[in-house]
């Protein structure tokens, strides 16, 4: 995918709608979306639904995170949703990240990754990661 580089102001969405949503293993950091950002100042956020069949579900974590599938430094970019239910096919769990600011210094990857804890079955997740770019 060819990628142009955006004006001030621009917005850039990344979203994978829930007909491509993604298979997140039990306990895993998945990729659920990606946004290459150039230099510059940006605002992030994200939201994410898990949804699935599984069973006994704990945790579901959120975040944006610059190293593919992996957590990191958790902070401003992240939301645990501390979910005790039995399951998730009577309801989605969606969490959102509120926006935070970064500053790119080279070409940069940002990823949202998700993570949930599970004791039975299969979840998926779907969502968006949207940056907004801040004049100089």
Known sequence: MAYNTPKLGTIQNMMVPSISA???PNGVPTNIASLLLDPGSYILSGNAVFNGAV???????????????????????????????????????TLSLPAYMVQVLTPTTFYLVGQISYTLGTAKAYGKLSSFQLPV
């Open 22 to 24: 993604v298979t997140m």
């Open 55 to 93: 069973t006994v579900i704990g945790t579901q974590r959120l975040l944006i995170s610059s190293s593919s599938g992996t957590i990191g430094i958790v902070g401003d970019n992240s939301i645990i949703g501390l979910i005790n239910s039995l399951n998730l096919s009577g309801s989605d769990v």
